[in-house]
């Protein structure tokens, strides 16, 4: 659903945000990612994002590849914040809500906060064409996105709602197939911090075509 709230460039949004680490999680500018709030910690932060007014939580990756405490991991520098747009009670104690992603960032520092939840100052500045709905669109290589989308499909025995794929502008496509795919956290990372939308289209193909490869190499039946 569209934000009520408007943001045309990187001074519009805070410099300092809460941040919600998840492995496997990406968000991107202008893609809705559904959560289900359920620690305490959580809870207590989007109480807190509902009560600034700003409604805005970044998403980011722990980084696996440092070793940390399991309670507050390492981070990736890039994330991608999102202002919660829906938001319900489950009756259980949980928030089912959904965030839009508004622009990524860049982390300048983990503050020393006395929230049970993590905060950091960030940086929109790498990003500002993340403020420019369909920038790119025209650069992408749809067809070679819809060839590896029905070869992933046919492979997995999983079916399309083809009507809305192939109304879908090129930006919502390529970054609605990358936040579903069902690829790890590095992978998930390097879509997320794919310089423009051609990019990431074009390593949204790549690791598609080397998980396929991998599947006929473990015995799969050939896609041809």
């Not at 960032?105 to 500002?128: G, H």
């Not at 046919?154 to 794929?165: Q, R, T």
């Not at 390593?203 to 006929?216: G, H, M, P, S, W």
Request: charged share 25%; net charge negative.
């Amino acid at each position: 659903m569209p934000m009520n709230a408007q943001y045309r460039r990187p001074i519009d949004l805070p410099e300092v945000i809460p941040v919600f680490p998840l492995p496997g999680a990406l968000l991107l500018p202008r893609g809705q990612m559904p959560l289900n709030i359920f620690e305490p910690r959580y809870l207590a932060m989007v109480d807190d994002s509902l009560r600034d007014g700003h409604r805005l939580i970044g998403m980011i990756q722990p980084d696996a590849s440092h070793a940390g405490d399991a309670d507050n991991p390492p981070l990736f520098k890039i994330g991608c914040v999102g202002r919660i747009t829906q938001l319900a009670e489950s009756g259980d104690g949980r928030y089912l809500l959904e965030l839009t992603g508004v622009a990524r960032f860049r982390i300048v520092q983990e503050l020393p906060v006395k929230t049970d939840y993590r905060q950091c100052r960030v940086s929109y500045a790498p990003f500002t064409d993340d403020f420019i709905a369909r920038k790119g669109d025209d650069d992408v290589d749809r067809e070679a996105v819809l060839t590896a989308l029905r070869a992933f499909m046919k492979a997995n025995d999983l079916k399309a709602d083809w009507e809305g794929i192939d109304q879908a502008p090129n930006e919502a496509l390529v970054n609605a197939l990358s936040m579903m795919s069902p690829y790890g956290p590095p992978e998930k990372q390097a879509l997320l911090e794919a310089p423009d939308l051609k990019t990431r289209a074009e390593l949204l193909v790549a690791i598609t075509e080397i998980e396929l490869a991998k599947k006929n190499t473990e015995g799969e039946p050939q896609l041809q």
